[in-house]
């Protein structure tokens, strides 16, 4: 029985003590939950239904507990039913009901886990969006892991969802860009504004072989063949890089687009529209102020240009003029002070800024090597770079590290750690779950002990303390996802997989042997444990597959 199913059974059993008493349905709700209690003596679920339905229909909370009690114990797989406290319901399944979750956990494969709690959402999800003037920087790393971890919780949940990169290909970063390529390709020094480092050299290179005419043109038209060229190699790049750290948009969105399709100039319009417009001093403001915003804010400087927040309102509005209900943007921590006039921003608008927009802020990222941090890339010069985290423990422990975390909390990878083949290595000590419980089922097969036919299954035989602890952990899966999704947070998930469902299994492997010993006969007992080696490797597997990381069947 899952988690899901028992709440049923205990949302029908109000129904029947509702009827027995005379008591208005209109007041119990659509659906409920339970929950692991902290302390495993006091049950394996609780329900706290009497207590949120005691005002409502005038019943003292233990009175509706006991009523819930006797109607719940008369349940198909309810072991008993005890009152805690001022009227808390504290379940016990036999074993028959709560072993069957391996059945329901294998038979459902990769769709265990998944729900539609989000769905009929329509969102956009923004994350990276690193400027396409260098190779992405660990930062930037931080958030291809959790923003695609997290568009896969979204859909795991029923939601729509449609992930974007930002690319910003028009202002000055990028005239700076295409100087420092000029001065490259010419053997002099960087400009003072300008990029270092040795990419910036190879993509000159590359761009001579390219257009070989560029040696010929002046230094305008230079830099403009510097700039078309360099922009498009280093957004190939940065393309590359981020495919083989598993990661895929669904669009790429050129911020130049806005400006040659002339949507700065609609939002404009919309904003003054909407009355939030105003002219000063030569130039066009929006008055973010009146919706929390420190200080107004400039969309079009005395001399005619746009400014970055201009592109910004027009980004804002192309994502819902194109249907997404709720624009979430993953922005670095540097960016904390776009929260204010980006939530203004959308008030102006006329939408609802805790509804249609989130902006989620990431902390800063160290790679420790030596206990010391790193702070130089050898091909970047200043950062550390998507292909320095790689190179030095892998894409699995990269991105499981990364997502390891909550955003809003600074990490330090230290890489020794990470590439260590032991239990203290979290990416190591789940995948090692993954591969031995695929080479329990692999044994398994040798001497011939197979799982049978689901009919065949006794799932009353999983009654051992170990079995039992490994049950409720992979029962907690679907919330987990559910929780995980609707906070913004996969770190929960990485947490989970490691504390619950790897911990459990060591335990029952430690204490509940699955295969038989040498000539020893192969029974119900020994399929039964199979099952649950086969379910708890589809939570492992399913939970890796959320964050971007592999389930190997050996290591």
């Not at 797989?77 to 069957?100: M, T």
């Not at 300008?194 to 305008?220: C, K």
């Not at 102006?348 to 420790?368: A, H, K, S, T, Y």
Request: aromatic content about 8%; hydrophobic content about 40%; glycine content about 8%.
């Amino acid at each position: 029985m899952t988690p899901a199913e028992l709440a049923s059974v205990v949302l029908a059993a109000a129904h029947a003590v509702f009827d027995q008493r005379g008591l208005d349905r209109a007041a119990l709700p659509e659906r409920t939950v339970v929950e692991r209690p902290r302390n495993p003596e006091h049950g394996d679920y609780a329900s706290t239904l009497a207590l949120q339905l005691s005002k409502k229909v005038g019943v003292p909370p233990r009175e509706l507990a006991t009523a819930l009690a006797d109607e719940l114990g008369r349940a198909a797989g309810v072991k008993s039913v005890e009152i805690a406290g001022p009227g808390f319901l504290n379940i016990r399944l036999d074993a028959a009901a709560a072993g069957q979750l391996a059945r329901v956990i294998v038979e459902a494969g990769a769709e265990y886990g998944r729900s539609d709690r989000l769905a009929g959402e329509k969102i956009n999800l923004e994350f990276v969006s690193a400027n396409p003037t260098g190779p992405v920087h660990i930062g930037g790393v931080r958030w291809a892991a959790v923003g695609d971890a997290l568009s896969r919780l979204l859909r795991a949940t029923g939601a729509d969802v449609g992930t974007e990169y930002y690319f910003n290909d028009a202002g000055s970063q990028i005239d700076r860009f295409a100087r420092s390529l000029l001065a490259a390709a010419k053997g002099e020094a960087a400009p003072e504004d300008g990029y270092g480092g040795a990419y910036i050299a190879e993509i000159a290179t590359e761009v001579q072989a390219r257009r070989p005419e560029v040696r010929s043109l002046d230094d305008d038209a230079a830099q403009e063949v510097f700039r078309v060229e360099g922009v498009a190699l280093m957004f190939d790049e940065i393309r590359s890089s981020l495919r083989d750290f598993g990661v895929e948009f669904d669009t790429y969105f050129n911020e130049k687009d806005l400006h040659d399709r002339g949507e700065l100039d609609l939002a404009l319009n919309r904003l003054r529209a909407q009355g939030h417009l105003y002219e000063s001093e030569g130039a066009t403001w929006l008055r973010t102020t009146d919706f929390g915003d420190d200080k107004d804010r400039v969309l079009r400087k005395s001399n005619g240009e746009w400014t970055y927040f201009a592109a910004d309102c027009a980004y804002y509005l192309d994502k819902r003029e194109r249907g997404f209900e709720r624009v979430v943007i993953m922005l670095g921590a540097d960016h904390h002070g776009y929260i204010g006039r980006m939530k203004a921003m959308a008030a102006c608008f006329g939408d609802d800024p805790e509804r249609n927009l989130e902006i989620l802020i990431g902390q800063l990222v160290n790679l420790l090597h030596d206990g010391a941090p790193m702070r130089m890339s050898k091909r970047a010069g200043t950062v550390i770079t998507l292909e320095d985290l790689v190179d030095a423990i892998g894409v699995d422990a990269s991105r499981y590290a990364l997502a390891r975390y909550s955003s809003d909390s600074p990490i330090d990878i230290d890489i020794e750690l990470w590439t260590r083949a032991t239990r203290d290595n979290p990416v190591y000590y789940v995948q090692y779950v993954a591969a031995r419980t695929a080479g329990v089922a692999r044994n398994a097969a040798e001497v011939g002990l197979v799982p049978g036919d689901a009919d065949a299954f006794r799932p009353d035989l999983l009654d051992h303390e170990k079995e039992n602890e490994l049950l409720k952990a992979l029962a907690e899966f679907p919330a987990v996802v559910a929780t995980a999704a609707e906070l913004r947070e996969p770190h929960r998930v990485a947490r989970y997989l490691e504390e619950s469902v790897a911990a459990s299994y060591h335990r029952f492997y430690d204490n509940c042997r699955v295969l038989p010993l040498g000539d020893e006969e192969v029974t119900d007992l020994h399929r039964a444990r199979l099952w649950l080696n086969n379910a708890t490797r589809t939570v492992i597997a399913n939970g890796l597959h959320l964050l971007g990381v592999s389930a190997p069947e050996r290591m």
